[in-house]
């Protein structure tokens, strides 16, 4: 005969609330990567995740926002469609 098994309490912990990172400072986070990933010849996912616990500087902050400010100003051009030949 089977003895009967004891069911463990499961607790959840809640989660600790992060402050939600601004824009400004991811894309300051991803440029940052991207140079010191171009630098030392390692890819971007291994830059960011070696350097996500540094904060990001000044620097990176304002190069952010001269990004976000021209790419307010002058909006990509959408793709045309492929020439057909006929």
């Not at 952010?64 to 100003?73: E, I, S």
């Amino acid at each position: 005969m089977a003895r009967s098994r004891k069911t463990l309490p499961v607790v959840v912990v809640p989660e600790t609330k992060r402050p939600v990172p601004s824009e400004e400072e991811i894309l300051g986070r991803n440029l940052a990567a991207a140079y010191i990933a171009m630098q030392h010849g390692i890819g971007m996912d291994y830059a960011k995740k070696r350097h996500a616990h540094e904060p990001v500087g000044e620097f990176w902050i304002s190069v952010a926002r001269m990004v976000m400010d021209h790419l307010a100003q002058h909006p990509p051009i959408p793709s045309r469609p492929p020439l057909t030949i006929q």
